[in-house]
């Protein structure tokens, strides 16, 4: 119900002049229905053409987020045909290790958390790469960016870290080479 008489609100402040194109003008109108760049003089849409151009610019809306939707119904697909190429308790174990590293890179480094660039599995444990603003500037291009490896066990408890390098956020020469 709010939402409809929202919608006639913005019906009736809109511009009813027509732009050069034959378009209704997007501009909202002033007290006495144009905006501040057309008058009475300018042509003008009458209410009924006001309508069906409000009715079609609906549909048009309704068909634009109809499309977005998803259209794939879950049980028409057969879980059974595809493929899994990764192992699932080792991706859940990766989001596990980032959500972790996430929540504690910036309080265990002692700056601004930025985020994680590497996350690898190793004989021990874990590794991840992150990176942290350790120096704000404007513009934040030239924010000066620490990458810091940080070290977990198999359960994710972080065991030490380490600065691998710093650079400046706008300065990517030395990962180009």
Same mark, same amino acid.
Request: aromatic share 4%; glycine share 6%; charged share 35%.
């Given at each position: 119900?709010?939402?409809?008489?929202?919608?006639?609100?913005?019906?009736?402040?809109?511009?009813?002049?027509?732009?050069?194109? #034959?378009?209704?003008?997007?501009?909202?109108?002033?007290?006495?229905?144009?905006?501040?760049?057309?008058?009475?003089?300018?042509?003008?849409?009458?209410?009924?053409?006001?309508?069906?151009?409000?009715?079609?610019?609906?549909?048009?809306?309704?068909?634009?987020?109809?499309?977005?939707?998803?259209?794939?119904?879950?049980?028409?697909?057969?879980?059974?045909?595809?493929?899994?190429?990764?192992?699932?308790?080792?991706?859940?174990?990766?989001?596990?290790?980032?959500?972790?590293?996430?929540?504690?890179? #910036?309080?265990?480094?002692?700056?601004?958390?930025? #985020?994680?660039?590497?996350?690898?599995?190793?004989?021990?444990?874990?590794?991840?790469?992150?990176?942290?603003?350790?120096?704000?500037?404007?513009?934040?291009?030239?924010?000066?960016?620490?990458?810091?490896?940080?070290?977990?066990?198999?359960?994710?408890?972080?065991?030490?870290?380490?600065?691998?390098?710093?650079?400046?956020?706008?300065?990517?020469?030395?990962?180009?080479?």
């Amino acid at each position: 119900m709010a939402q409809a008489d929202t919608q006639d609100t913005q019906r009736s402040e809109r511009c009813k002049a027509l732009t050069a194109d #034959g378009e209704r003008c997007s501009r909202p109108a002033q007290e006495n229905d144009f905006c501040y760049q057309h008058d009475e003089s300018d042509p003008t849409v009458s209410e009924t053409e006001t309508e069906t151009a409000d009715g079609e610019q609906e549909q048009q809306q309704q068909q634009q987020q109809a499309s977005q939707e998803e259209t794939t119904d879950p049980e028409d697909v057969d879980v059974e045909e595809v493929e899994i190429d990764a192992d699932d308790d080792r991706i859940e174990g990766v989001l596990a290790i980032r959500r972790t590293v996430q929540s504690t890179a #910036g309080e265990l480094i002692g700056h601004t958390f930025d #985020g994680v660039s590497e996350i690898t599995a190793t004989e021990e444990g874990w590794q991840a790469v992150v990176e942290v603003i350790e120096r704000r500037a404007v513009p934040d291009t030239q924010d000066i960016i620490g990458r810091y490896t940080i070290e977990l066990d198999e359960d994710g408890v972080v065991k030490g870290y380490r600065r691998r390098d710093r650079y400046r956020r706008g300065d990517t020469a030395a990962f180009d080479e």
